[in-house]
């Protein structure tokens, strides 16, 4: 499946109980040359909060004695936050629910770089990897509302951009991805979805095959589920 990494690779998933990551661990987990695939959630243990870095740090720890990982996924990250939706006008916004998307979907993905990253292995080609959205892209908004969820996935863009560029002065074959997975059936998507939302499996394999085929650039990429380029 991830025939570009070495064979008997290793690989964490973070997020691993929402339906991207069930899916990312369980094809993972069927790869034969993939040696172990792990992973973390919120309702694992040890748990996964983005809100506590203190569970961040021993999270990664806890799993340290099991790398170095050649693949680490990130599929955390919500849309509904609190019982509270993508607000679609100006008249809508709420500094606490604004404040609340930016510390899912961008703090608590920077912590886990910060934790995790060090568990990337060194020397050989290695993905780390983060779903984004496409409406986190600044350039290709074309339709305007979800303030919070858009800017703090742009935040989040902002901040693999920049880990990239250090995570590849000691990691000069690592490959850092932003990933647009379409619109799956999950509970995230599912007050939004129609009735052609995606099957998680069939986008978290088509993410797979994109990842495998990206070239470490010293930057990170911004690709959808079929590996095309979207703009920051």
């Not at 599929?75 to 629910?97: C, F, Q, S, W």
């Not at 995230?188 to 070239?215: E, N, R, T």
Request: charged content about 20%.
């Amino acid at each position: 499946m991830m025939n570009t990494l070495v064979d008997g690779y290793r690989a964490l998933v973070l997020g691993a109980s929402g339906a991207i990551g069930q899916a990312w661990l369980q094809q993972l987990q069927h790869d034969t040359r993939c040696d172990t695939a792990m992973g973390l959630s919120r309702s694992g243990e040890p748990s996964l909060v983005l809100e506590d870095e203190a569970s961040l740090q021993q999270a990664a720890a806890s799993v340290a004695g099991s790398g170095p990982f050649h693949l680490i996924l990130d599929a955390t990250g919500a849309l509904v936050i609190d019982g509270r939706g993508p607000e679609k006008r100006l008249d809508e916004l709420d500094g606490v629910a604004l404040m609340r998307a930016m510390q899912v979907n961008t703090i608590g993905p920077a912590l886990l770089l910060k934790h995790f990253v060090p568990l990337l292995a060194s020397g050989e080609r290695v993905i780390w990897a983060k779903l984004s959205a496409r409406v986190g892209s600044i350039e290709d908004n074309r339709k305007g509302g979800w303030y919070g969820y858009r800017a703090s996935k742009a935040a989040l863009n902002m901040v693999l951009q920049t880990a990239a560029i250090e995570i590849t002065r000691r990691r000069p074959l690592a490959v850092i991805a932003a990933l647009q997975p379409g619109t799956v059936r999950s509970r995230l998507s599912y007050p939004f979805v129609g009735v052609d939302a995606l099957d998680p499996q069939d986008s978290a394999s088509q993410m797979l095959a994109a990842l495998d085929g990206l070239p470490a650039t010293g930057r990170a990429i911004f690709i959808d589920r079929r590996g095309q380029p979207i703009p920051w």
